[in-house]
């Protein structure tokens, strides 16, 4: 693909200046119509680029298909992305930049912003020298999570299309919205999707295949207490927010929280906090990479909440568990091929493959558990979620010489 002229760095800088800040408060779906302006987008690039099937649903998921071109079974490969960006930053007026042949250093972004990209910060700047590397200004997010994947699939498509010589089977494509509040799945049906493997093109670094998650649960702890005029409170007046402040010291300082650990620790996060004298809420995130882990977590902040709660016998409480997603190796494991041809498209593409975890979820962990296996393969971005995001222009190129080597892959008669 050396003489191919590449789409992607053209169409990701299109897709970005649609605000798509999908919102964890909605309880529409999507989250906020405006993720649809960019989907409609999408729709009609689709059918330029001949896939006649393409189209926008209620829920603003967009599907198409790309028939295969060979006269012998094939499975049916999804490739998927999301067209939200996170509620925790800003995505509305993007202002790309390029840097062009990156020189090494910090990257400023902006005066306005000063923001700065510091390189002892970003250990895989050092690997970008002489590339050229997309930022925002510094204002907002940039939206490599998950425009580049978006991008990059459309590239791909648009290769395959262009060269009807290349053997394949049949594609299938989804854009969804709401991946980012952890809905992205919510309404997709993957029966009518037609898949019989899928991968999304959602992860990080140059050359990186995920094939685990963290396993997920939330924990709603609710201290009921008395509340009675402050006046005449004494021996009476039972003050819930601070039993939960006395919750909250327990946690160990050093441990056990996503400011203390890495790469397979899981943690116990307390996420949100609501409340008054009377009844305050507290919700919890729980993360392991084993189901295991993850009810040691809550059997340890559960007996916390319990040592508290015998010096308050007045006030009540409540502990609830929400199971979120599970880890998607426990399903991976059952197919590996899935995973072992997503390793072997990335050395056909010249590169290095780098076997990783996710410390999140990613729509692909659902669709696992819903019989789709989904790993997760590179974008090229980095700092996702951060008005210090960037992606480069060689690797986003490089991700789209991956999924057309995958394509070609899975179309080989071995397979």
Known sequence: ????????????????????????????FPSTEKQKELGRHLAKELLALGLTDAAIDEWGYV??????????????????????????????????????????????????????IRADENPHLADQIGNDIITSDGTTLLGADNKAGIAEIFDALAYLVAHPEVRRGTIKVAVTPDEEVGRGTEHFNVKEFGADYAYTIDGESLGEIEDET???????????????????????????????TQVLQL?????????TTEKREGYVHPHVVNGSVESTTVKFLIRDFTVEGLKEKESYLKSICEQVMKSHPKAKMD????????????????????????????????????????????????????????????????NFHSRQEWISIQDMQKAV?????LIKIWAEKEN
């Open 401 to 405: 010489d991956v999924i057309v080597e």
């Open 251 to 259: 946690l160990p300082a050093d441990r056990l929280s996503p400011e």
């Open 214 to 244: 963290f396993c997920a649960d939330a924990v709603t702890l609710t201290i009921t207490g008395v509340n009675v005029h402050p006046g005449y409170a004494k021996d009476k007046l039972v003050n819930s927010i601070k039993i939960v």
């Open 1 to 28: 693909m050396k003489s191919y002229d590449y789409s992607c760095v053209d169409r990701f800088l299109k897709y970005v200046k649609f605000d798509t800040q999908s919102s964890e408060e909605s309880l529409s």
């Open 319 to 382: 502990f609830k568990v929400d199971e979120y997603y599970r880890n998607m190796k426990y399903m991976l494991d059952r197919d590996p091929r899935v995973v072992e041809l997503a390793m072997k498209a990335v050395e056909r593409a010249g590169l290095e493959p780098i076997r990783n975890i996710i410390r999140g979820g990613t729509d692909g962990a659902r669709l696992s558990y819903e019989g789709l296996l989904t790993p997760n393969i590179f974008t090229g971005g980095h």
């Open 63 to 116: 599907t198409a298909t790309l028939p295969g071109n060979v006269d012998y079974s094939v499975p049916v490969i999804g490739l998927i992305a999301h067209l939200d960006t996170s509620p925790d930053v800003s995505g509305k007026d993007v202002r790309a930049q390029i840097h062009q042949r990156y020189e090494g250093g910090d990257l400023p972004l902006s005066p306005d912003s000063g923001i700065v």
